[in-house]
């Protein structure tokens, strides 16, 4: 049996896709297996990743795969910035206010830029003007995401 150690696998796949997967939902299988495990192995391996929050797929526009560098709770996080980044921009800019929220609720700067990153590419954030604040701030938008997520 080769090497199913989710850790290992995990820390593997975020050095070599920092920019994570393109591709649909079987695409991490295909991976693996393309690294020598075997479909079954694949499966189990690409499951592990995803249950344990080191690996998180980011359906939509531009579909991917997205390989935190720890484990972490995504659909909770797209929850907070669904119902909770609204009321937390204020007059700083765009960009840092994101940071600092995500890095609120993750507790790791570097975390939380892997995660903006990965979200601006999958087409979940946007920068656009805001009225009521009369300044861009970013807009996090994932309906199809939280639904999928559960």
């Known amino acids: 049996m080769k090497?199913?150690?989710?850790?290992?696998?995990?820390?593997?796949l975020k050095e070599e896709y920092p920019r994570g997967l393109l591709g649909e939902r079987e695409a991490l299988v295909s991976l693996l297996v393309g690294k020598g495990l075997s479909h079954a192995e694949a499966v189990e391996v690409a499951r592990a990743l995803e249950?344990?929050?080191?690996?998180?797929?980011?359906?939509?526009?531009?579909?991917?795969?997205?390989?935190?560098?720890?484990?972490?709770?995504?659909?909770?996080?797209?929850?907070?910035?669904?119902q909770e980044f609204p009321e937390f921009v204020g007059e700083?800019?765009?960009?840092?206010?994101?940071?600092?929220?995500?890095?609120?609720?993750?507790?790791?700067?570097?975390?939380?830029?892997?995660?903006?990153?990965?979200?601006?590419?999958?087409?979940?954030v946007e920068r656009a003007y805001s009225p009521e604040l009369a300044r861009d701030r970013l807009f996090f938008r994932f309906p199809e995401a939280l639904r999928l997520l559960g």
Do not use: C, I
């Open 3 to 12: 090497d199913t150690n989710v850790e290992r696998w995990a820390q593997a």
């Open 51 to 82: 249950a344990q929050g080191y690996a998180h797929f980011l359906p939509g526009e531009r579909p991917r795969w997205f390989f935190s560098s720890r484990s972490l709770d995504l659909k909770a996080l797209m929850r907070a910035l669904d």
């Open 92 to 124: 700083g800019d765009e960009e840092e206010e994101a940071l600092a929220f995500l890095a609120a609720r993750l507790g790791d700067r570097e975390v939380a830029r892997e995660v903006l990153e990965a979200m601006r590419a999958a087409g979940y």
